[in-house]
């Protein structure tokens, strides 16, 4: 496990995009695994600053998000396709063929995960895996208790989650009850993994996470046991470590 310690959220951005970057000069046919949430926005507006000034070429990379909300169509403004498109793929040049988010319209649970899990391993598997972490310590839409042993799989969202989200919707009433989301198993397969972390309030469970016994209480914990794991830090999350 590697930590980098950020002074505040543009240095955190910076740093993380620059291990993106370095990932897609050295590979420019890297398969990135991609996250959506407010924490990795600074990191996409930092890609594409350097994508602008010819720094960075995308149009070799493969891109596979970890997650989509059930039910949702890519044109909703809430569902990950449209976060993914708004924020960062309609300003690089990533062929659309090579984006790859779970299909959320898809009523066949078992259907939609499987295709997605075929796609990531045609795909070669995935490269650098990027992370937030919420506030349980759930990785991509994996909560508390999930089976470390999952692929892509369907998952009840927990209550906690959709308050969490709730701001986006309006309403929590209005927060999708169900997400199809890349599983543990998944996310530990990609050869590097990237986590980002910001705030005071994701501080404790940076600390059970990073420090704490590797349990499925605490999903994000079995990244200890990740060969080539990096945690980017701002200063107050890390406060507690």
């Known amino acids: 496990m590697k930590v980098i310690k950020a002074k505040d959220y543009e240095d955190l951005s910076r740093k993380a995009a620059n291990i993106i970057s370095a990932q897609v000069i050295i590979k420019p046919d890297s398969v990135l695994g991609l996250a959506t949430g407010s924490t990795p926005l600074g990191i996409y507006r930092q890609l594409i600053e350097w994508y602008k000034k010819g720094d960075i070429d995308f149009s070799d990379v493969t891109t596979i998000n970890l997650d989509e909300y059930r ?36 009523p066949d649970s078992d259907r939609a995960c499987r295709d997605y899990d075929v796609i990531i391993k045609k795909a070669g598997g995935i490269d650098l895996q990027l992370l937030g972490i919420g506030r349980d310590g759930h990785i991509g839409f994996n909560e508390p208790g999930a089976a470390f042993g999952l692929e892509t799989h369907c998952v009840d969202l927990a209550e906690s989650t959709m308050a969490a989200n709730a701001r986006f919707f309006g309403d929590k009433d209005k927060v999708p009850r169900q997400a199809y989301t890349m ?40 990244l200890q046991m990740h060969p080539d794991f990096t945690l980017v830090i701002e200063r107050e999350a890390a406060s507690l470590i």
């Open 71 to 106: 039910g949702l169509s890519p044109g909703n403004d809430q569902s990950y396709h449209y976060f993914m498109q708004e924020n960062f793929f309609r300003y690089v040049n990533v062929p659309k063929d090579r984006i790859h988010i779970p299909d959320g319209e898809d």
């Open 183 to 222: 599983g543990i198993k998944s996310i530990m397969q990609a050869k590097k993994v990237l986590m980002v972390a910001s705030g005071r309030e994701k501080a404790e469970i940076i600390r059970d996470a990073i420090l704490g016994p590797v349990t499925p209480q605490v999903p994000a914990s079995i």
